[in-house]
């Protein structure tokens, strides 16, 4: 082991009496089994040699550690664990720093916390970012950082799992120091001077817990049981930096592992692993090689300002790209551009943004009533009504004036990208940019791509939902895309059951009883029903002869009910208040509806609704991938949980079929196909899957 030998993950080399350890493990030094014993047979070393007075971890490339190395989480544990490895540095006879550059995330902040001392480069960002893949720091993390900066910071910390900047790292307390120029240099005589000064070795399992008044606890409790929605890890790593406030260290340490191996082995941490890595996975597109050259991206525009426009140009200016916005007079421009501010501010009011920031993001948008004002942006995403006529027109006259090589693209949520395009002479620079309502906070970007979309377009637009810190997924183009075309059927079963006889509460229920936040009732509600009328007017253009059609959710809307906007919909509303109220009103106007159709009501089973809804998602979801609308089932995992809400404890849809299992799927769905709704006749992948004891997942 030499810094000659390039192969070995760990390296030291001594450097004026301090000991350099490197950790080399490209690409981002994760705490795999050979980085560990590396790092253990270097402090051996060490420890026996009189030459040496104290010791520096630093990282090699890229950054310090991106962490343990999730792909070991099925192997048995193989010795030294990081914990040991924790251990060793903690207890080590001479002063132990670490030095910390880009990323030091999750046992990449573990080992760091068992050093004596921790200094970094104002590149550095820390985290603890475990619960985010269901389970809690897992070596120590959650003993230690309360032990170092208090139990009520290190749930902030544990419990956001967000990365933490330089700036912050220093003022919570998680590193001593930031310091200047070369960061190794500068952390061999930072070890040199604490030598020099008699430094204590500074263990940090036996600091005392400050701030670990039962309040803490109680308040994070509260806090989290209602916004973790049946997620164990936050609560988990609440319990843990308890024990840390109240155990000896040992007791500690034995209690964040058994509560650790709890959640590893749940469903849902193996559901939150399985999105993880569907996350970036779906950054990749299979025709489009990453080294696919890209358009550059300084200058942006926004055709219509209204709901989604103004929110997609605060995407921008977030990311500190010029924007200028489009209106078609200079009232609702004014009106487009105040509500952006608006928004902007009660950010800044919820102490959230700084206002420079918020002064700085506003400079960077413009407004524009004419064309010609747009002319120069790299991109231009038409947010205008959802009407094909007028969007044909916005791009013709974009066609004629943006310049050659910029991307056009649009923010439709269900019209045809190709007719678009052919509004246009330059088919192959249009694409789809779907956001998700509020843009400027969801993180989901379905990009769609048209027949004659060109590869680098579709490079560029994955790249920049990545810069805008969205989720981008690329999809096919076909009604619905992916995400409000399965969208479409679950609600159409959820207005099939209310003609046969459940109830809006009932439904919604079944929802939130499978993790939701809102079902889908209350969520039309909140969405606007007269938005999903119209929709419903256009698709019905696409119906086979004979196929049944929900007239029920037409009836709510004509009665007046267009959800909260008129404090009556699903539900009825009371001033000022947003919770869905049970109205016995809408139970006539549904039972008339039943009568109407000739439906006798009868009595509808959760599990009934169960099935036919979320297994009608599924079924689309076979279709979609079937036609190669998505690429891989992943993706729309990724598509559901980022912007529909389905629960993230269950993984998805297609990987919550694959749990249930195929077969199980299919024989349901064949049943209710046969029973109550054709609509739901399986899918022949579906079918496939369930004759050969396939997976989505192996598609
Ligand atoms: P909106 O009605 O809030 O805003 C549309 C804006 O476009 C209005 O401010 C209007 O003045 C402006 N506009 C209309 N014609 C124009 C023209 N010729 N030139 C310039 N501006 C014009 O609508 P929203 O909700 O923002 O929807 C916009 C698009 O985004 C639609 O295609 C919609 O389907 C899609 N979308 C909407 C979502 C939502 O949740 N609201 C979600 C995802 C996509």
């Known amino acids: 082991m030499s810094a000659a030998d390039s192969a070995a993950p760990v390296t030291l080399d001594v450097r004026d009496r301090i000991a350099v350890i490197t950790i080399d493990s490209p690409p981002v030094n994760a705490m795999g089994h050979a980085v560990r014993l590396g790092i253990v047979e270097a402090l051996d070393k060490v420890a026996s040699d009189s030459g040496i007075d104290a010791v520096v971890i630093r990282g090699g490339g890229r950054c310090f550690s991106g962490g343990a190395d999730i792909r070991e989480f099925g192997a048995p544990p193989a010795e030294p664990t990081l914990r040991q490895v924790c251990a060793r540095a903690e207890e080590f006879p001479k002063i132990v720093v670490a030095a910390l550059h880009s990323t030091a995330f999750g046992g990449g902040l573990e080992l760091p916390l068992s050093c004596h001392y921790r200094v970094a480069d104002a590149t550095v960002q820390v985290a603890l970012p475990e619960v985010k893949l269901g389970i809690v720091p897992g070596s120590g993390g959650t003993q230690r950082l309360p032990r170092v900066i208090g139990a009520k910071r290190a749930l902030k910390v544990i419990l956001s799992g967000d990365p933490f900047p330089a700036r912050d790292a220093l003022d919570l307390g998680v590193i001593d120091a930031l310091l200047e120029g070369g960061l190794t240099d500068a952390a061999v005589a930072y070890a040199k ?43 988990a790593c609440i319990d843990c930096v308890e024990a840390a406030a ?15 191996v709890q959640c590893r082995d749940s469903d849902q941490s193996k559901a939150q692993r399985h999105l993880f890595f569907a996350e970036r996975e779906a950054a990749k597109v299979k025709d489009v090689p990453r080294d696919t050259p890209k358009r550059p991206i300084n200058s942006a525009a926004v055709v219509g300002c209204g709901t ?22 200079a009232d609702a421009l004014t009106a487009g551009l105040a509500k952006v501010e608006r928004n902007y501010a009660a950010t800044v009011a919820k102490g959230r943004l700084a206002q420079d920031d918020m002064d700085r993001r506003l400079s960077l948008i413009a407004g ?4 010609a004002d747009l002319g120069t942006a790299d991109i231009v995403i038409e947010a205008v009504f959802e009407e094909m006529g007028l969007k044909k027109d916005i791009f013709g006259r ?24 052919a509004a246009t002479k330059r088919p192959a620079d249009v694409i789809g940019t779907h956001f998700f309502s509020p843009a400027n906070v969801m993180k989901l970007m379905e990009n769609v791509r048209g027949k004659e ?28 895309f992916v995400g409000n075309r399965m969208y479409h059927r679950y609600t159409r079963q959820a207005y099939f059951l209310l003609e046969e006889g459940a109830l809006p509460q009932q439904i919604d229920k079944v929802f939130l009883d499978f993790g939701f ?18 929709v419903r007017k256009r698709q019905v253009q696409f119906l086979k002869p004979g196929e049944r ?25 009371e001033e000022g208040s947003r919770k869905p109220l049970p109205d016995p009103e809408v139970q006539k106007i549904i039972e008339e509806t039943s009568a109407e159709l000739g439906i006798e009501r009868r009595a509808i089973t959760d599990q009934e609704i169960h099935e036919r809804c979320f297994y009608a998602l599924i079924n689309e979801g076979a279709k979609i991938l079937d036609e190669g609308m998505a690429q891989r089932a992943s993706d729309i995992d990724v598509i559901w949980t980022n912007g529909y809400g389905f629960p993230v404890a269950k993984g998805g849809p297609m990987f919550h079929a694959d749990q249930v299992g195929a077969r199980h799927v299919y024989e349901r769905l064949a049943h209710w196909a046969e029973a109550a709704s054709p609509a739901l006749e399986p899918a022949p992948l579906l079918e496939k899957l369930a004759r050969t004891g396939g997976r989505f997942a192996d598609l």
């Open 549 to 573: 059609w929900p007239v029920v959710a037409d009836r709510v809307v004509e009665a007046g009910r267009k959800g909260q906007k008129t404090m009556a919909g699903w539900y009825r509303y």
């Open 193 to 235: 001077k604490l030598v020099a000064d008699g430094a204590a070795l500074r263990k940090v399992r036996d600091l005392a817990v400050s701030d670990a008044e039962p309040e803490v606890f109680a308040e994070a409790r509260k806090t989290w049981e209602k916004r973790s929605r049946g997620l164990l890890a936050p609560l």
């Open 368 to 371: 524009a009533t004419d064309y």
């Open 398 to 421: 974009l066609d004629a004036v943006m310049k050659p090589g910029a991307i056009l693209a649009t923010n439709t949520s269900t019209l045809d990208i190709d007719e678009i395009a």
């Open 453 to 480: 979309t060109a590869r680098d377009v579709i490079a560029t637009v994955m790249d920049l939902g990545k810069r805008i810190d969205k989720i981008p997924v690329l999809v096919g183009n076909c009604d619905g």
């Open 517 to 534: 936040a809102m079902g889908p009732m209350a969520v039309g509600d909140l969405a606007g029903l007269d938005v999903s009328y119209l």
């Open 308 to 329: 989604m426009g103004g929110g997609i140009a605060m995407c921008f200016a977030n990311a500190g790209i010029p924007v200028t916005v489009l209106e078609t007079s």
């Open 246 to 260: 109240k155990m000896p260290f040992d007791e500690g340490m034995a209690f964040e592992r058994k509560l650790f």
